[in-house]
């Protein structure tokens, strides 16, 4: 039986090899990792998907401006075990990751993905328009969804980080971005 909870410290290496799974080390090559980097997000917003205690998914959402001080969520990223897909398991990450930060007063989530999966969840391009990654991404493929009504009217501009990246002890997840960073590093080099 799948079970949907927030993500704990002790979850941190098997998330990280679920998402190398899912994804390989072309991760961290993505835009959005740009904006993940060093990191921590969002309170109480990052949940993942166990079976049996093995982590069968997972989803985070962090802390973004939409432009010049318009605050709004990053999704990404979601990622199901390649054994557990088509069961349901991401469609339930994203409806509870939505109702939580809905619940929490968060007034709009971006995510960088495919529309036709998206569109299900309310995500749209048409929000995001004005707006752009700091890096390459696809226009058609900058989603946006508003938990409250208007929260991204007139939003333009670069998305960029909230505040600033705080020392972390051992083993944080922060640190595991960091290495994470090593990854790339030596993938760019080996292209």
């Known amino acids: 039986m799948v079970t949907i909870r927030e993500e ?9 090899a679920l998402l190398d799974k899912a994804y390989g080390v072309a991760r961290f090559a993505k835009t959005s990792e740009r904006l993940r980097e060093g990191r921590t997000p969002a309170s109480g917003l990052s949940l993942v998907a166990a079976d049996h205690r093995q982590l069968v998914g997972t989803v985070r959402l962090w802390n973004v401006a939409a432009g010049p001080g318009r605050n709004a969520l990053l999704l990404g990223p979601l990622a199901v075990h390649p054994d557990h897909r088509n069961r349901g398991i991401g469609t339930a990450l994203m409806r509870r990751v939505i109702a939580r930060a809905r619940l929490a007063g968060h007034r ?78 030596l993938v760019q080099r080996a292209a």
């Open 8 to 16: 704990r410290i002790a979850d941190v290496a098997a998330r990280e």
């Open 108 to 185: 709009a989530i971006l995510l960088v993905g495919d529309a036709a999966y998206y569109g299900r969840f309310g995500f749209s391009a048409a929000l995001t328009g004005e707006l752009r990654m700091p890096g390459f991404c696809e226009p058609h493929r900058l989603l946006a969804l508003e938990l409250k009504s208007g929260a991204l009217a007139g939003a333009r501009g670069v998305i960029g980080t909230i505040g600033t990246a705080e020392p972390k002890p051992a083993g944080s997840p922060t640190l595991i971005a960091a290495e994470g960073s090593k990854r790339r590093a």
